[in-house]
């Protein structure tokens, strides 16, 4: 089964609105969670790194004030969309690492797709 | 620094052909290397991953890998595709014991004609 949840699978909202994605992961703890977004036929681009208790870390030319990271406990990330525009419709995804102390794999969640009209 | 590149964004195969996804990678440490698979509107899946172990890996729905050193490649095989195998591929390598940052290829899209 899943071991990271994302919510919602699809959103459509209006331009200028704000939107939230939550990132759980299930059954364990993850202090660092990523976010990826994907256009069509693309790879996935890594917009953030979520830690737990501090601040995100953000890849070079992400807005941090569009893109608002809050990894407010242990298994929830959110990722929430600040006054939303068209070219901020993609395909978001996160993920969480599990298992230090071995190499640690990457579990993803089902993803998000934002549409924004 | 990692970096991962795969040759061939589109791929086509006859059902039951041999399939065959090239990766390779750079790294300045040992690398931890994943393929992954996406299927439309989805996340990505492991397929198999290579630990500095086997240098032969075998994963999910038949596929495996084979770790190069020498030619720095980790390509992806399957010996005969199935119409369930259409999807996209990624290739990954982690810098596992500094951050666990995952740096991804440009992926493959695999078609499989019946």
């Known amino acids: 089964g899943a071991v990271v949840s994302q919510h919602p699978s699809w959103v459509i909202c209006k331009s200028g609105t704000s939107v939230k994605i939550e990132c759980r992961s299930l059954?364990?703890?993850?202090?660092?969670m990523f976010w990826y977004r994907q256009f069509p036929k693309q790879s996935l681009m890594l917009m953030a790194t979520?830690?737990?208790?501090?601040?995100?870390?953000?890849e070079q030319g992400v807005e941090k004030d569009k893109f608002l990271i809050n990894h407010a406990s242990l298994t929830l990330s959110t990722l929430t969309v600040t006054s939303a525009h068209p070219e901020d419709s993609s395909f978001y995804i996160c993920?969480?690492?599990?298992?230090?102390?071995?190499?640690?794999?990457?579990?993803f969640g089902e993803g998000s797709r934002l549409t924004v009209l | 620094a990692q970096s991962v590149t795969q040759l061939g964004s589109h791929v086509s195969v006859s059902e039951g052909a041999l399939v065959l996804l090239r990766c390779n990678y750079s790294?300045?440490?040992?690398?931890?290397l994943f393929w992954y698979v996406q299927y439309p509107n989805q996340g990505l899946q492991l397929l198999l991953k290579?630990?500095?172990?086997?240098?032969l890996v075998k994963g999910i729905n038949g596929f495996e890998a084979e770790f190069k050193k020498s030619e720095t490649s980790f390509h992806l095989t399957k010996p005969s595709a199935h119409m369930s195998d259409a999807a996209e591929y990624f290739c990954?390598?982690?810098?596992?014991?500094?951050?666990?940052?995952?740096?991804f290829g440009t992926g493959t899209s695999l078609t499989v004609i019946p």
């Open positions: 993920s969480a690492p599990m298992g230090r102390g071995q190499a640690g794999e990457l579990f």
């Open positions: 059954d364990f703890q993850a202090t660092t």
């Open positions: 979520s830690n737990e208790g501090s601040k995100a870390t953000y």
């Open positions: 790294s300045s440490v040992p690398p931890y």
């Open positions: 290579y630990t500095s172990a086997a240098t």
């Open positions: 990954a390598v982690s810098d596992y014991g500094t951050g666990n940052q995952f740096y």
